[in-house]
């Protein structure tokens, strides 16, 4: 009853909405006094039941829901009443399937041998069962049609059905079919289905309903309409009396009218056409068109820009990584000209650890550089597949393509770039995955100077963060006439931050993810209690043009800590062990970055290979062995967490050789409070 009530409802609405911007008929004074038709629907059937599968066997289960389709034709009449002219008896008689199929899949208490897992081992025989009903009625029906507002062609109806089932058309076939073990069939049939009834249903009575419907009468000639329909057909009773079984539909479909012409009503003057006069014309403002503006923010809170002070460390990847084959230098790695290279500064690297990672063969020409007494040793090495017969020329071939470009861009002595060529890596990654073949195809770099693979060090820059990352915008422009044209800028002062625009309306939502340029600048302009504008502009069809500002929140902050981060990467492939290159970096780092108020959190990682539970115990290690570290060097170092989580925040690709080592680290942050800081050193 109360799906009845919503559908009665939405007629309601539907028909407000329509007359609201539907044309404005003159009254008549003529009715029609009778309409017949044909209406054609498509039906989706929805099958509630808790029938045993087996009759008097609970234990073997029961079908529940099922779904199914069908057709309805029906011819209709509609009579109405002299007294309310916009209410109608409806009646009609048709044809509807209201068929439908269960399914469930059954572990019985039977087991059979199987034959592919060895002598004497029975497994549990997993069984699908399926019933399928064809339902078809011949469906009388009587109600009730209202037309809820005057001079609109919107209605709706309820009426009271009776379904009689057809002949032997109420017959139902039930399967069972072999889901499990694999490889076993009936003997009966030679297949892993069989049928265990077919045929009429038993205990098929008379089908009682309640159908409501809404539609909308669209001309179709002087003396026909055609109407779009959706009904909702709620069942009284079960389909058969020997089960529980109800069925329920939803139609989509359309009515075909034939209104008989119209006749005087009495009392009323039976109009005669009249001479009329062209209609008038009236000048109109080009702006009475202009679009209805609307914008706004409808993020869960408001933005808020937060500004941090960070030294960030991070080591060098000592690997370049080639295609397979190949000894060419992928195009990822940043290559410059000689000119260039007498312009590189470290400093002015990106602050992300990849980024600057791409530039590590400038890094160390620029470092071979300023250290002139220096050298690097440069190991070439394949995955031990790539080439038939052993990969000794690849390697040095890889490793000539490192000397070349470090003698040619930043002119280093050849006699200070040591080559050698090996056929695996010295530290080589598991060839169990295809991605340790990748990871073994590389260059490995080393020095007798720690100064040329020290760590990247960039020192108090200013990192900024956004809350909410995404902030969903509710956009409305409307006109009777449409939308040409719409634009959306988000200002800042009234700096433009973002932009977007389409043709015709825009979207009822738009989202807006700030990326890191956007932040930055946003970041330069805000204020700790400020607000953005959504500058809103559209231009309906006739071109009239409409603009309204919005404002939303947004606020800035920024931290009363300094922070410093350590990410610690060269860790071998499924390797915790801190090396000694690592040691002396953590060691430094301590003496640099620790205070007597700073806390420190540090969080292994992994990439995506292998086991999950394998490498959350693997992060977990790792971060151990560095907070052991750090408290060797500074037993009273305030540690808040030491946490491992495998590979859930990958934070680079990990499609990429290098983009899996970045993952392999731990990250240690160190929280100071700038008050704590002495102020030559800040």
């Not at 808790?50 to 073997?60: G, N, Q, Y």
């Not at 330069?524 to 231009?539: N, R, V």
């Not at 970096?585 to 292998?610: C, E, H, R, W």
């Amino acid at each position: 009853m109360r799906r009845i009530v919503f559908i009665f409802l939405f007629a309601t609405v539907f028909a407000l909405a329509g007359s609201a911007f539907g044309q404005d008929i003159p009254a008549q004074s003529i009715v029609s006094p009778f309409h017949a038709g044909l209406r054609i629907d498509y039906l989706k059937n929805y099958h509630a039941t808790t029938s045993e599968i087996v009759a008097d066997c609970p234990e073997c289960g029961y079908f529940s829901n099922g779904v199914g389709g069908g057709y309805e034709f029906q011819l209709f009449g509609e009579v109405p009443f002299n007294f309310l002219r916009r209410l109608d008896l409806d009646f009609g008689l048709g044809v509807t399937q209201r068929g439908g199929s269960f399914g469930l899949t059954s572990t019985n208490e039977l087991t059979v041998y199987d034959e592919n897992k060895g002598q004497d081992v029975y497994e549990p025989l997993d069984l699908q069962h399926n019933f399928t009903a064809s339902l078809i009625y011949l469906d009388l029906s009587g109600g009730l049609r209202f037309d809820p507002i005057k001079h609109f062609a919107g209605y709706c109806s309820a009426t009271l059905d009776a379904g009689i089932p057809v002949g032997h058309s109420a017959s139902a076939k039930q399967t069972e079919t072999i889901i499990s073990p694999q490889g076993y069939i009936f003997p009966a049939t030679s297949s892993t289905t069989s049928t265990e009834s077919n045929g009429s249903i038993q205990g098929i009575s008379t089908l009682f309903g309640i159908t409501g419907t809404v539609g909308y009468e669209l001309p179709f000639g002087s003396l026909l309409t055609a109407s779009p329909e959706l009904s909702y057909y709620l069942p009284v009773n079960s389909v058969a009396s020997t089960r529980p079984w109800h069925v329920s539909s939803i139609s989509i479909g359309v009515a075909l009218r034939w209104n008989e012409p119209p006749k005087e009503i009495p009392g009323e003057p039976n109009p005669t056409p009249q001479k009329q006069e062209p209609p008038r014309v009236a000048r109109q403002d080009p702006n009475a068109f202009a679009p209805k503006l609307a914008a706004a923010s409808i993020a869960s809170e408001p933005l808020h820009i937060v500004e941090t002070t960070v030294t960030e460390t991070f080591p060098i990847l000592p690997y370049i990584f080639f295609d397979s084959a190949s000894a060419q230098l992928p195009d990822r790695f940043a290559q410059i000209s000689a000119e260039e290279a007498n312009r590189f500064q470290e400093s002015e690297l990106p602050h992300r650890s990849l980024e600057s990672y791409y530039q590590i063969l400038n890094v160390i020409g620029n470092r071979m550089r300023a250290n002139p007494e220096a050298t690097l040793t440069i190991n070439g090495t394949t995955d031990g597949q790539e080439v038939a017969g052993g990969g000794n020329e690849l390697g040095i071939d890889r490793s000539n393509t490192v000397r070349d470009y470090l003698k040619r861009v930043w002119r280093i002595d050849p006699t200070r770039l040591i080559q050698t060529r090996s056929e695996e890596p010295h530290n080589p990654s598991s060839t169990q995955y295809a991605e340790g073949f990748e990871e073994n195809r590389r260059v490995e770099l080393s020095s007798d100077n720690d100064q040329i693979l020290k760590p990247i060090v960039h020192e108090r820059f200013r990192e900024e963060s956004a809350l909410p990352k995404t902030i969903p915008i509710a956009l409305t422009a409307n006109s009777s006439i449409g939308i040409r044209h719409w634009q959306l800028a988000i200002l800042s002062h009234d700096s433009s931050v973002f932009e977007s625009s389409g043709e015709a309306a825009p979207p009822a939502q738009l989202t807006w993810q700030p990326n890191d340029a956007q932040i930055e600048s946003l970041a330069k302009t805000l204020t700790p209690k400020d607000s953005l504008m959504l500058h809103f502009e559209a231009e309906a069809a006739n071109g009239a043009h409409s603009v309204q500002d919005f404002a939303f929140p947004a606020s800035k902050t920024i931290n009363p800590f300094e922070l410093s981060r350590l990410s610690l990467i060269v860790f071998d492939f499924d390797q915790s062990k801190i090396g000694e290159q690592n040691e002396r970096m953590i060691s430094q780092f301590v003496a640099k970055s620790f205070y007597p108020a700073s806390t420190a959190s540090i969080t292994g990682s992994t990439d995506n290979l292998g086991e999950l539970a394998h490498n959350q115990t693997l992060s977990e290690a790792r971060a151990f062995n560095v907070r052991d570290l750090i408290l060797k060097d500074k037993p009273d170092a305030k540690i808040t967490s030491a946490k491992g989580i495998g590979p859930s925040n990958l934070l680079y690709d990990n499609h990429l050789p290098e983009g899996r080592y970045y993952c392999r680290t731990v990250r240690v942050e160190v929280q100071t409070p700038l008050e704590s800081i002495l102020p030559e050193q800040k």
